[in-house]
């Protein structure tokens, strides 16, 4: 790696380091807001909404992983051109497109069911709406950063994070020097449209300025490249369904506090992804070099150093909840025991296995290993719809429900470190047969 690599990896660390702690703090900080603003309950509701918010933003199906993957290996094999190719910029605006369309029928169609009164939400309708039309932006987020990135624009992308969730946070503090929720929940949806166009203006400087037609002709390569994308949309729906199911699980139940509980300890392990990804992101530019030109060596040391930057929130996670848990949940949620010991547990369990899952799963979608992760991530949901029918045959506690998702999570965890071991164990066969071949031809 060069100087110049060496110190753009460094900066593009610090902004992801920069980026988590926003974000936890973010998080958090509009829990104990809003907790104490319109209640438990109401809070609850807004989780509830939020989690169909990431529905939404799963129609993605992992598209945005398969465009990631084909745009790299589309920009690595280039040399000397700083656009991207007609038809790689015909599909990244037909997609960005799309998932804008997507976000305004989801929004319409929740306001047409609030407005008939089908889910009772009085009196902050209007406020949950404007909060969930902010949360489904992430969806066209997502593809113009997987745009960008793909020609080596990570540091642009996280930067531009970084002025969303900086002033995000100012707004959600303003709540504590009297913004109403309603004028929150409006500067949000603003917000993030600002910055989606800050992603868009960002997108054409980095060779994405499709020409008249273009939304045609890339709904004309959808077409093609939905032929096989039948894995990545398998691997999507399976982790989106692993990650969020127990909402709906415990809110058919009808417990509040469950999905309170629930709520936190997702909070807790959502942020400790986005911390691993610090490090995991910040080396995916070598890794995927690294498989490109099958050089077994560097995707092993850029992996553990991934690895290594991640254990560090890791553990400072682990030492947090285990020391100061009780407490902490208890000032955010302005109630006592609501998640309990066993759960605090469970949470620092959970650290460690997703950071193992998420450093292997990271390159292996990154170098386009879809179909192995699928078949894996799929045996890890059938364990978790396993559990769920036990939790409702013999009426499981939120506690005991917890600690089975935990094992199962971190069963699947293994089978992905075990599908990258086999993807450096390919590579290096594969190399060593090609040093063979030279040999022989030289003789």
Not at 209 to 235: D, E, S, T
């Amino acid at each position: 790696m060069g100087r110049r690599g060496f110190h753009s990896s460094l900066v593009l660390l610090a902004l992801k380091g920069i980026n988590t702690a926003l974000t936890a703090i973010s998080n958090f900080v509009l829990a104990y807001v809003l907790v104490r603003a319109i209640g438990l309950d109401s809070y609850a509701v807004m989780a509830s909404l939020l989690a169909v918010a990431a529905l939404v933003v799963q129609s993605d199906l992992g598209i945005t992983g398969l465009t990631f993957f084909q745009l790299r290996s589309h920009y690595l094999a280039e040399t000397g051109k700083h656009r991207a190719s007609e038809d790689d910029q015909d599909l990244v605006m037909t997609i960005v497109s799309i998932y804008i369309a997507i976000g305004i029928i989801s929004v319409a169609i929740l306001g047409i069911t609030l407005d008939a009164g089908a889910i009772q939400v009085a009196p902050h309708a209007v406020a949950y709406l404007l909060i969930f039309a902010a949360a489904v932006c992430a969806l066209p987020r997502m593809a113009l950063r997987v745009a960008i990135n793909a020609r080596d624009g990570f540091i642009w992308t996280e930067t531009v994070d970084l002025g969303r969730r900086l002033v995000l946070l100012v707004v959600t503090v303003a709540m504590l020097l009297g913004l109403s929720f309603i004028s929150y929940a409006a500067l949000s949806l603003l917000v993030w449209i600002l910055f989606i166009a800050a992603l868009i203006w960002l997108a054409r400087l980095y060779g994405f300025a499709p020409k008249r037609g273009a939304f045609l002709r890339g709904l004309l390569l959808l077409r093609h490249k939905f032929r096989g994308v039948g894995a990545a949309v398998l691997l999507s729906l399976a982790d989106f369904i692993i990650s969020v199911f127990p909402y709906y699980l415990l809110a058919a139940a009808m417990n509040a506090t469950a999905v309170v509980a629930f709520d936190m300890f997702y909070k807790v392990t959502r942020f400790a992804v986005m911390s691993y990804l610090i490090g995991a992101e910040t080396v995916l530019p070598h890794q995927t070099r690294a498989v490109h030109n099958e050089d077994v060596a560097e995707l092993s040391r850029a992996t553990a150093k991934g690895f290594m930057v991640g254990l560090v929130p890791m553990t400072v996670g682990i030492v947090a909840i285990a020391m100061f848990g009780e407490r902490l949940f208890g000032l955010i949620l302005n109630h006592s025991g609501i998640v309990s010991s066993v759960m605090r547990v469970a949470i620092c369990a959970m650290l460690a296995f997703m950071l193992i899952q998420t450093t292997c799963q990271i390159v292996l979608i990154g170098v386009g290993k879809f179909e192995e992760l699928a078949r894996r991530a799929s045996m890890t949901f059938a364990g978790m719809v396993f559990i769920s029918t036990l939790m409702v045959l013999f009426h499981w506690s939120i506690d005991a429900f917890i600690v089975a998702y935990v094992v199962v999570y971190g069963a699947g965890s293994l089978l992905y470190a075990e599908c990258l071991y086999s993807l450096s164990r390919s590579l290096r066969s594969k190399k060593t047969r090609e040093r063979a071949r030279v040999g022989t031809v030289e003789t």
